[in-house]
C-alpha cells in the first residue's frame, strides 16, 4: 500500500514517518485491536487529500497537475513536497483524532494540536496569507508567488504575487488608496490619463 499511485500526492510510509511510534500498524494481514488496519489509513489519507484540494481550491486547479494539465508526479520536485507536506499533515491529524489513544483515557486530540498548528500554517503560506498585516500601502498588496508550474485555478489565473493592480493615472500615481476609496466610492468623479489632467464631472 506504500505505492504513490494509491494515492494522489503522497505515501502510505511518508505518514506514517510522521506518526512515529503514537499509532501500531498491522504486522501481517489483519489488524489487531491496537492497530489500525490498512483499509482505515488508505481513507483518511484520501480524506486528507481531499481536505488539501478543498482548502488550495481558491488559488490552484483541483485535481493539482502542472500549468500544461499534466499529472501531478511532472511537477518539480520542490513543488510535490509542498503539496505532500500539508497531505501529510493533514492525514496524521485525522490519524490521531481517529485512532491515538483509543480503548484508554487518552485522548487524541492533546497530541494532534501541534499537526493541526503546522498544517494551517502551511496552508496559509502556500495561499499567501502568511505574511503579518502592514501598514505599507504597497506590502499590503503584496502576497507569496503561487507554486511555480502548479496550474492556477480558474478564478485565478492573474496571480502574481500581488492584490490586483492599480490603474496608473495622475491621480491615482501617489495615494492608490484614496484613488480606488474616489472611484468606487464617488461614481461622480473620473480620472483622466496623464495629459488631460483630472477633473469631476459636474
Known amino acids: 500500500m506504500s505505492r504513490c499511485e494509491d494515492f494522489l500526492y503522497t505515501t502510505a510510509d511518508s505518514v506514517k514517518v510522521r506518526l512515529g511510534n503514537k499509532v501500531q500498524f498491522p ?7 491496537d492497530e489500525i488496519s490498512n483499509s482505515l489509513l488508505a481513507q483518511l489519507i484520501r480524506d486528507a487529500e481531499s481536505d ?5 481550491s481558491s ?3 483541483v485535481p493539482f497537475q502542472t500549468v500544461n494539465g499534466g499529472r501531478f508526479d511532472a511537477l518539480a520536485d520542490h513543488v510535490k513536497r ?9 492525514a496524521v491529524y485525522k490519524i490521531l483524532m481517529h485512532d491515538f489513544g483509543r480503548g484508554t483515557h487518552v485522548e487524541g486530540e492533546a497530541y494532534s494540536g501541534p499537526s493541526s498548528r503546522e498544517y494551517d500554517q502551511a496552508i496559509k503560506a502556500l495561499l499567501g496569507q502568511e505574511k503579518a498585516p502592514t501598514t505599507d500601502q504597497t506590502q ?3 502576497m507569496s508567488p503561487p507554486l511555480p508550474g502548479l496550474r ?3 478564478t485565478n489565473r492573474a496571480d502574481n504575487g500581488v492584490f490586483g493592480k492599480a490603474i496608473n493615472t495622475d491621480a491615482g500615481r501617489n495615494d492608490l488608496s484614496s484613488y480606488a ?3 468606487t466610492n ?17
Open 140 to 142: 499590503r498588496s503584496r
Open 152 to 154: 492556477l485555478a480558474t
Open 181 to 183: 476609496a474616489n472611484q
Open 186 to 202: 464617488d461614481p461622480s468623479r473620473t480620472f483622466l490619463p496623464r495629459g488631460g489632467g483630472s477633473r469631476g464631472l459636474r
Open 82 to 90: 509542498q503539496i505532500r507536506m500539508v497531505v501529510d499533515l493533514r
Open 59 to 61: 488559488r490552484y486547479y
Open 27 to 33: 504486522r501481517g494481514r489483519e489488524a489487531e485491536s
Open 52 to 56: 488539501v484540494e478543498l482548502a488550495l
